[in-house]
């Protein structure tokens, strides 16, 4: 362990505040954990799971090696989307016999696109306490290193796997003026960004990121119509875990810049970027200096990428 390591983990303010807090007993406490990084894991998190009675979790197999990793051992409780209303009343009995008990899942934040909301309702009807321990997440973490700049942004998770029912849920969220967060498997992934393309325009940008802090993890943005061709430049872009992140739906007022930036996009693969602010001009009838300027800001932004 590194000097600073050694520092943070006996450090009595650091110890004192995570020790000090009030752990109630006969309380659930939704606990994230990491998301691929096994350091990715609070201080308090550790703590408590260390005092809780069991830990209900999604899958038994996964957690107890997590927990044997940071030295932990509680009996655990299989808590996984065919089984929550089931189980969430053992929960909630053992919550009322004074128990305390932690929620978690594989990756994460529970009941985020995974299991554990049910159990959550069930245990907020009974009027029991429900403290959540705040920790990784997926769809944070890629909005954080996105650089899609809006004040609004709509989590919609994983879409469905049958392309209408897919289709529907993209029309639904087409026009929102917010950036777009959803979740896919590596064997949709291409699929997907088809879809994306038909229901929202190529031009719009994206950022796919794939395997979030994790070794081979990767952020990349570029427009929905260059999505396709970088995720077929690499086989290993069709494994891990993505996050997709599409951003806002322009304005009315916006759709002349849209325009200008898709007729630029294209331009400036063959053209230098004068000349493709130019014939930019010539083609949507846009002042050729603030094609210009756009053109110089799209290409220092695909340098950065």
């Known amino acids: 362990m590194s000097t600073a390591e050694n520092a943070l983990f006996t450090n009595a303010s650091i110890m004192e505040a995570v020790t000090r807090q009030n752990y109630p007993a006969g309380t659930l406490y939704v ?36 927990m044997a990793r940071y030295g932990i051992s509680k009996p655990l409780i299989a808590a996984h989307q065919h089984n929550e209303r089931e ?35 069930a245990v907020k009807l009974a009027h029991m306490p429900v403290t959540p321990l705040p920790g990784a997440s997926a769809a944070i973490s890629a909005l954080s290193a996105s650089g899609l700049i809006h004040d609004r942004f709509y989590f919609v ?27 896919e498997a590596p064997h949709r992934i291409q699929e997907t960004i088809i879809a994306m393309c038909e229901v929202f325009g190529g031009v719009r940008r994206v950022v796919l990121a794939r395997e979030v802090s994790k ?15 970088w995720l077929a430049a690499d086989n290993h872009r069709e494994k891990g875990e993505y996050v997709i992140l ?13 325009e200008a930036r ?30 210009y300027q756009l053109a110089l800001e799209m290409k220092a932004t695909d340098s950065q990428d």
């Open 215 to 229: 070794l081979f993890e990767e952020i990349h943005r570029c427009s929905l119509v260059e999505a396709q061709s």
């Open 31 to 66: 606990v994230a954990t990491p998301i691929g990084n096994i350091a990715d894991i609070s201080l308090r998190a550790l703590h408590l799971l260390s005092l809780v009675d069991a830990i209900a979790c999604e899958d038994t197999r996964n957690t107890a090696q997590l």
């Open 87 to 121: 189980v969430a009343e053992k929960i909630l009995a053992r919550l009322q016999a004074g128990e305390r008990i932690a929620l978690v899942s594989d990756a994460g934040t529970p009941g985020v696109s995974d299991p554990g909301a049910k159990i959550v309702d």
């Open 262 to 291: 898709r007729v630029l996009s294209i331009l400036l693969e063959e053209c230098s970027v004068k000349q493709a602010a130019s014939l930019a001009a010539q083609l949507t009838g846009q002042k050729k200096n603030a094609l």
């Open 157 to 183: 998770g994983f879409l469905p796997a049958k392309a209408g029912q897919r289709e529907t849920v993209l029309r639904e969220v087409q026009s929102l003026p917010a950036s777009l967060i959803f979740y």
């Open 246 to 258: 599409v951003e806002a739906a322009a304005a009315a007022e916006d759709e002349q810049s849209l």
